[in-house]
């Protein structure tokens, strides 16, 4: 006589048994979040914050749990918030077909940008503003900047966004984005039809001009720190790490925030890879035509960026270009006769 055992099949998990399970790892790893957290964060606040997040945002918890984690973890360590009332930071679930999966992605908020941006003690405060058809707008670049904008209500139609950061020795640093420069941000993301670039539109233009500005901010570079900061105790360094969170996540690269919350058995997603864009390569001048080494022209290339004031680790990223190489020094040497 066979007896034949069934197995009952595998419950699924409710919404609150998922909520359940990210909520333990959180306290689990809560002292680790505690060393890394500047001294300005609540973290029992942040947790709320998160769970209440996740609550609003169901589609979250079909998200892996390190992502969820290594999220929750790496905006705390920004000192930046999970609140939409806030717009400081946001969470997004994005598949990862290279992992078969969703992970939570991270996205900065304008109002996270301006605020990591005024914590480096550089700058008082960035003011963002959309101008629109029939406004009286001027500005202008060069050693004296300058700005005028008069909004008259006669359209809703968006022609510019700009920004203004008030620096703190009482300089002004300025930065227009036209519409089709917009455009052309928007394009690039990959979430360009939907989400909140269709929702909310405007905001997402000021976070793209505020984003471009911090950049150009004096002294927010990754790899140094200013005097004002450093006698401050303050680095710049969360905000350079914000800017490139955010610009991963609207390019499609790997946050790979899993790492951060599981480094032992997560791995790095492979990045996929890049064909790079096609250049029309103008016409160059004579000394450029020159046979050199790859070193020589590499040299020529660091000469011409620096009379131009053209930063080429951006021109690279932008250029797609992660190694300099025989076969892609001409692109470089175009873009850069383009600047001059």
Not at 63 to 87: F, K, M, R, W
Not at 180 to 194: C, G, N
Not at 279 to 304: D, Q
Request: aromatic fraction near 4%.
């Amino acid at each position: 006589m066979e007896i034949t055992l069934s197995i009952p099949p595998k419950k699924p998990q409710t919404p609150q048994d998922k909520i359940n399970t990210v909520r333990a790892l959180m306290e689990s790893r809560k002292m680790v979040m505690e060393k890394s957290a500047p001294h300005i964060m609540n973290l029992d606040r942040a947790i709320r914050l998160a769970l209440t997040t996740f609550q609003r945002n169901p589609k979250l918890l079909d998200c892996h749990p390190s992502t969820l984690l290594g999220a929750v973890i790496q905006v705390t360590q920004l000192g930046l918030e999970l609140d939409s009332a806030t717009n400081q930071a946001h969470l997004v679930p994005f598949w990862n077909k290279r992992k078969n999966r969703f992970d939570a992605t991270l996205i900065i908020g304008y109002k996270g940008l301006e605020t990591l941006a005024v914590r480096t003690k550089l700058v008082k405060r960035i003011v963002p503003r959309v101008v629109r058809e029939g406004d009286i707008f001027k500005f202008s670049y060069g050693l004296n900047q300058t700005l005028e904008h008069v909004p008259m209500f006669k359209s809703s139609n968006l022609t510019y966004v700009y920004a203004v950061a008030y620096l703190s020795d009482g300089e002004k640093e300025i930065l227009v984005l036209s519409k089709d420069e917009v455009e052309k941000a928007r394009i690039r993301s990959r979430a360009a039809d939907e989400g909140p670039w269709v929702t909310d539109y405007e905001e997402m233009a000021m976070k793209t001009v505020i984003r471009r500005l911090c950049k150009k901010l004096p002294n927010c570079n990754p790899e140094t720190n200013s005097p004002i900061a450093m006698k401050a105790g303050i680095r710049t360094n969360s905000l350079m790490a914000a800017i490139s969170l955010d610009e991963s996540a609207e390019q499609g690269r790997p946050q790979d925030l899993g790492l951060i919350a599981d480094p032992e058995t997560e791995t790095p997603t492979p990045e996929e890879p890049v064909t790079p864009p096609r250049v029309e390569i103008p016409a160059l001048p004579v000394e450029a035509k020159v046979e050199k080494t790859l070193a020589e022209r590499w040299e020529v290339c660091r000469e011409l960026a620096n009379k131009n004031a053209v930063n080429l680790k951006e021109l690279l990223a932008e250029l797609k270009i992660k190694e300099v190489k025989n076969d892609n020094i001409m692109q470089i040497e175009s873009a850069l006769f383009a600047h001059n």
